[in-house]
């Protein structure tokens, strides 16, 4: 699980040992998908400059229309420490758990991933390697790192195997993190106090570079 450090986002950076798990999990996963890799075109530039991280967050909020029942996506990609990206959309369906919510949302964030991957390769610029995916589900995290786990259900083993086919193709790796430590809650439900501020810290700069102030008490969002 993903950690705080000092870094201005919620799950910090992930630990060696996160990402030597991580990338064996995308070893195992290659034996079910032997065919799958990381696509490079020959006329695309030379990668200059300094190597660049693309880290997304992704978190989904299952029923929250009270009208149709449909579930919220959102999701913050970061380039470095730069924000790149935001988006807080409601789900194109009704999803049937939790699960299936995150499921959805996890492959969005996989495929916007995979789409920023190709998108800096194509002008040049150098990746410090895959992507980094942090999602707050562990239902969603486990079945589609775990080589051995299996979805019966079409519409979601559609998602499955997209998720885990960039995992084995090495676009991007996937970590566990915190609920309360996941930006992207703040783009799938409406927050107050202590809480929306602390999300907000995590991507706001005051001038001189220092985190975004969070109150010590908040207890309403006029606050």
């Not at 959805?104 to 410090?128: C, F, K, W, Y």
């Not at 979805?151 to 885990?164: D, F, G, N, P």
């Not at 706001?204 to 606050?223: C, I």
Request: glycine share 8%; with cysteine; hydrophobic share 35%.
């Amino acid at each position: 699980m993903i950690s705080s450090s000092d870094g201005f986002h919620g799950g910090g950076e992930p630990s060696d040992e996160e990402i030597k798990a991580a990338y064996k999990n995308a070893l195992d996963l290659k034996e079910y998908y032997p065919d799958v890799h990381l696509h490079w075109c020959n006329h695309w530039p030379l990668p200059k400059g300094k190597p660049v991280q693309i880290t997304v967050f992704v978190d989904a909020d299952h029923g929250t229309n009270t009208a149709d029942r449909r579930s919220i996506t959102g999701i913050m990609s970061f380039l470095d420490n730069t924000l790149y990206k935001w988006k807080s959309k409601r789900q194109g369906s009704v999803a049937e758990s939790t699960y299936a919510a995150e499921l959805m949302a996890l492959r969005d964030a996989a495929q916007h991933a995979i789409e920023l991957t190709h998108m800096l390769n194509s002008i040049g610029v150098p990746l410090a390697g895959p992507a980094w995916i942090f999602v707050d589900n562990n239902s969603a995290f486990l079945n589609t790192t775990i080589a051995g786990s299996d979805l019966k259900k079409k519409h979601l083993s559609i998602a499955y195997h997209i998720i885990r086919e960039g995992h084995a193709a090495l676009y991007f790796l996937l970590f566990k993190v915190p609920s309360e430590m996941n930006p992207a809650d703040q783009n799938t439900k409406g927050l107050t106090g202590v809480k929306f501020w602390t999300m907000n810290s995590y991507t706001l700069f005051k001038p001189n570079g220092e985190t975004f102030h969070v109150p010590k008490e908040s207890g309403t969002r006029e606050e």
